[in-house]
Every structure is written in structure tokens, then in C-alpha cells.
């Protein structure tokens, strides 16, 4: 699928497929198109040419899709004076849901003890774990995670890696869009390196074997190459 603002092809060509139970991430510098990419998946933004498939149809188009897909934004917004609770029932609202999985949630999340505080009295931390027992709430499918570690602190990091890997172990499809590749490294099972094209998709084993050991010398051999080059040939492995 291809998109373009004006004068500016944000994604060109761009096709990849994600792997049931496996951890995929979406790598790319700023600019890439990995914001666009992820709204296209969401059913917020249109391509201009091509298509996305999510769970066997078109991006969050009827109701019962979006309820099998949970999604952690970078941006996502919370109401500042209601509490963590509060938050958790308005969402399971939203989704048709028992408030028998709030409960849950905060468990699997970490949140025990905070229901009561207000969403503005939470820490940037907190705020990201609420924001994924919102994506869990559902007990999703699929797992979109753009930028999940910003504003955790070392113990909320290895705390997110084993959720995600325990994600994958129950059977979800996991997308996770970062920039910190020391994680991405321990947490994936494949990449998709993204500069406007597709520059690489596959498994990270193989990614990393053509860099000799290291994910990030194959990543920046990659991006820099890419940044050379008009139109740069994908790899898939």
C-alpha cells in the first residue's frame, strides 16, 4: 500500500505480514512513515493505493473487529480527573464489556492499589500501564504497541518485555512500533524495518545474522543504504 500528504510519499509500496503469536517490530527513524502506517492499520487514515488486512478484513471496519484488537498509543489521552477505575469502566463501556474484567486487568497491568487515583495524579509510567489495560480489556487478538516503554523506568521496562512475551505465549499477535532497539532485540521474534519502503522483513535472527551480530549495525546499514537510494530494494528473509 502507498500514501502520500501533497508533495510527500509518507509510505511507498509498503507490504508485509505479521505472524500469529509472534512479537514483530516495526522499526524505522523519525519521518519513516510508521505513524501513518500504524493509523492505516487502525482504520484512522486510508491508503491511497492498496489495501490493509487485519484479522481477515479491512482495518477495524465493524465493531466485533475492533473489539479483537487492542491498541497503546504514544499520544493516548485520558480524562485528567476521573480515576483509574473510572477510566477502566468508561472503556469497558465503550466495548460492550463486563466490569468483571477490570479487575483483571489492573492485575495483569500492575495497577493493584491505584484504582482510586485520578489519571492526573499518575505518573507517565502509570499512565502507559493504564493505557495497556484499556488495549487488554478486550482480550484481544492482536496487540498494537506504539512507543510502550516511553516513561517507564528500568522495572517497568523488564515488566512490559515479559507482558509482551506472555502476550505472544497465549496465542496474540503482537506489533510493536519502537525506537529503542537494545529491547526491540530482546522482545521480537521478527522485524520490519521501515524508511518510506520496506527496507527489511523477516526474522530478527536473520536480520541480525547479516549484521554481523548486532541488531544495530543491520539496522543502520539498512536506513542509511536506504537514505542513498531512490528506491531501495526490500530484503525478506
Same mark, same amino acid.
Given at each position: 500500500m502507498s500514501k502520500r500528504f501533497g508533495d510527500h510519499q509518507a509510505l511507498d509500496d509498503v507490504s508485509f505480514a505479521l505472524r500469529p503469536g509472534k512479537v514483530t517490530g516495526l522499526l524505522g527513524p523519525n519521518g519513516a512513515g510508521k505513524s501513518t502506517l500504524l493509523r492505516i492499520l487502525l482504520g484512522l487514515a486510508r491508503p491511497d493505493a492498496g489495501?490493509?488486512?487485519?484479522?481477515?478484513?479491512? /482495518?477495524?471496519?465493524?465493531?466485533?473487529?475492533?473489539?479483537?484488537? $487492542?491498541?497503546?498509543? #504514544?499520544? *493516548?489521552?485520558?480524562?485528567? +480527573?476521573?480515576?483509574?477505575?473510572?477510566?477502566?469502566e468508561i472503556s469497558a463501556r465503550s466495548l460492550g464489556l463486563p466490569s468483571s474484567r477490570i479487575a483483571e486487568v489492573i492485575g495483569q497491568v500492575g495497577l493493584d492499589g491505584a484504582e482510586r487515583k485520578r489519571v492526573k495524579a499518575c505518573s507517565t509510567g502509570m499512565r502507559q500501564r493504564l493505557a495497556l489495560a484499556v488495549a487488554l480489556l478486550p482480550? /484481544?487478538?492482536?496487540?498494537?504497541?506504539?512507543?510502550?516503554?516511553? $516513561?517507564?523506568?528500568? #522495572?517497568? *521496562?523488564?515488566?512490559?518485555? +515479559?507482558?509482551?512475551?506472555?502476550?505472544?505465549?497465549?496465542?496474540?499477535?503482537?506489533?510493536?512500533?519502537?525506537?529503542?532497539?537494545?529491547?526491540?532485540e530482546q522482545s521480537v521474534d521478527d522485524v520490519v524495518v521501515l524508511r518510506r519502503s520496506v527496507l527489511f522483513t523477516g526474522s530478527l535472527q536473520e536480520l541480525v545474522r547479516r549484521g554481523g551480530g548486532r541488531l544495530e549495525d543491520a539496522y543502520f546499514a539498512l536506513v542509511e543504504g536506504a537514505a542513498a537510494a531512490p528506491r531501495p530494494e526490500v530484503t525478506r528473509a
Open positions: 489495501s490493509a488486512e487485519v484479522l481477515g478484513g479491512e /482495518p477495524l471496519s465493524a465493531p466485533e473487529r475492533a473489539q479483537r484488537v $487492542g491498541v497503546v498509543m #504514544d499520544a *493516548i489521552g485520558f480524562h485528567p +480527573r476521573v480515576t483509574v477505575r473510572r477510566q477502566l482480550d /484481544p487478538e492482536l496487540l498494537i504497541l506504539d512507543e510502550p516503554l516511553n $516513561g517507564l523506568d528500568p #522495572d517497568g *521496562i523488564r515488566w512490559m518485555r +515479559r507482558l509482551v512475551e506472555r502476550s505472544a505465549d497465549e496465542g496474540r499477535t503482537v506489533l510493536i512500533a519502537s525506537h529503542m532497539l537494545s529491547e526491540v
